[in-house]
């Protein structure tokens, strides 16, 4: 098979390699198989082997025929792989059981031109194959990050999206209710899932994950990149609102100024990125009255009663104050209770509880630990503060509704 592989055809197939980041040895050992198998094919006799091996000095391929040596009371079952050992001694005198004994195999004339054609297909499979194993493993490291992408093409309800080396999809569950998407549109997408697919690697995007929310921030904000500032919880709708609830680890650092940035730069720069969608940040406590209390934002919350056995939360507001807490079909309450996780209950206080002076900022008073003990279902809550002391009747009066308040057990 002489001058086969020529120098010309060996760099190419290197530099294929090296493009493709397919291994060398790889290739030529599947050219091997394919050389052997078109050999077999086409001119080898029914008791040959053929097995075809790339000669690194010469640069050709050369066809041997292999057999397996067998003990000569040993039944042979594959004619054209095994040989008995006495007849394998005649052709090497030193041959062992168990080893293979190798004959060179003619060349036929017009192999060049058959060995040639067959080679080129098995690499160009070989390479296609290559590039989609490359681009499953390339995305698969890439899984729960943010790409930047150019809408390619729009099949029925289906986005396909070019994020660089290779085109996601972006289906319907995935894409925000709100956007409007057109050809050479650009935007950022979340890589979701990489799954393997009969013509490569199937990348699956989404425009609704709640991890884009927290890529964003940490892109847009210092100290959520460096890690003083944290992201607790997200709850999200798509294209409507989010909140976020941020949690400082350093007592220097606001972590709801250091989110919304001077003047609002930075949470305006996450809103433009997802097409103006809303984004409440309100501030993680570890005490769930608080915290339920704090994502109710933008309504002001008068008292929180807790129930830890079924985690229900019964949240008080005041009557002006009630639609704002609930939010437009719910949504404010919604998002609250899926930020929290606890199921919440928004009741406007009684005009018998209203506090003559409204509270700048809810604080917590817990019951007596003497109280505690006494009583099986004493309860926390959060009541006005600031609340003036004028006459002493007036302060019995307060210290009496407290321990009305304070008649439901939390279930710890």
Not at 222 to 245: D, L
Not at 306 to 321: M, S
Request: hydrophobic share 35%; with cysteine; charged share 35%.
């Amino acid at each position: 098979m002489s001058n086969f592989i020529t120098k010309e055809f060996e760099a190419a197939i290197n530099q294929i390699c090296d493009e493709k980041g397919i291994s060398r040895d790889v290739v030529f050992e599947t050219v091997e198989s394919a050389l052997a198998a078109a050999y077999r094919k086409d001119y080898s006799k029914p008791d040959e082997n053929p097995r075809a091996k790339y000669n690194q000095k010469t640069g050709n391929f050369d066809l041997f025929d292999v057999k397996e040596v067998v003990a000569d009371d040993e039944e042979i079952k594959d004619a054209r792989k095994q040989i008995l050992l006495s007849e394998a001694k005649k052709k090497k005198k030193k041959i062992k059981i168990g080893e293979e004994i190798i004959t060179p195999l003619p060349t036929p004339g017009d192999y060049g031109r058959v060995a040639a054609q067959t080679a080129k297909q098995v690499i160009i499979q070989r390479i296609r194959e290559a590039e989609r194993d490359a681009l499953f493993n390339a995305f698969r490291d890439r899984k729960g990050e943010l790409a930047n992408g150019v809408v390619q093409r729009i099949e029925g309800n289906t986005i396909f999206v070019d994020i660089g080396q290779a085109t996601g999809f972006l289906p319907v569950s995935e894409q925000t209710r709100n956007e409007r998407y057109q050809p050479n549109q650009r935007l950022k997408v979340y890589i979701m899932e990489v799954r393997e697919g009969a013509k490569g690697p199937e990348i699956i995007l989404s425009r609704t994950h709640p991890e884009i929310i927290k890529i964003l921030f940490g892109l847009e904000v210092p100290e959520v990149n460096s890690g003083s500032v944290e992201i607790r919880a997200v709850a999200r709708e798509a294209g409507f609102r989010t909140k976020i609830a941020v949690a400082s680890k350093d007592p220097e650092v606001d972590p709801i100024g250091a989110c919304v940035g001077q003047r609002g730069s930075r949470v305006q720069a996450v809103i433009n990125e997802i097409n103006g969608e809303k984004i409440d940040i309100i501030e993680w406590n570890k005490d769930p009255l608080r915290f339920v209390s704090n994502a109710l934002a933008p309504a002001k919350v008068l008292k929180v009663k807790l129930n830890a056995k079924e985690k229900v939360a019964t949240v008080f507001v005041h009557p002006d104050q009630l639609s704002l807490a609930i939010g437009k079909e719910g949504q404010n309450v919604r998002l609250a209770a899926r930020l929290t996780e606890w199921k919440i209950d928004v009741k406007a206080m009684e005009k018998g509880e209203e506090k003559k002076e409204a509270p700048a900022e809810p604080v917590v008073v817990k019951p007596e630990k003497a109280e505690q003990e006494k009583k099986s279902d004493d309860a926390k809550e959060i009541i006005p503060a600031g609340v003036q002391e004028k006459k002493k009747k007036a302060k019995k009066k307060i210290e009496k509704k407290q321990e009305l308040h304070a008649d439901i057990d939390i279930t710890l």
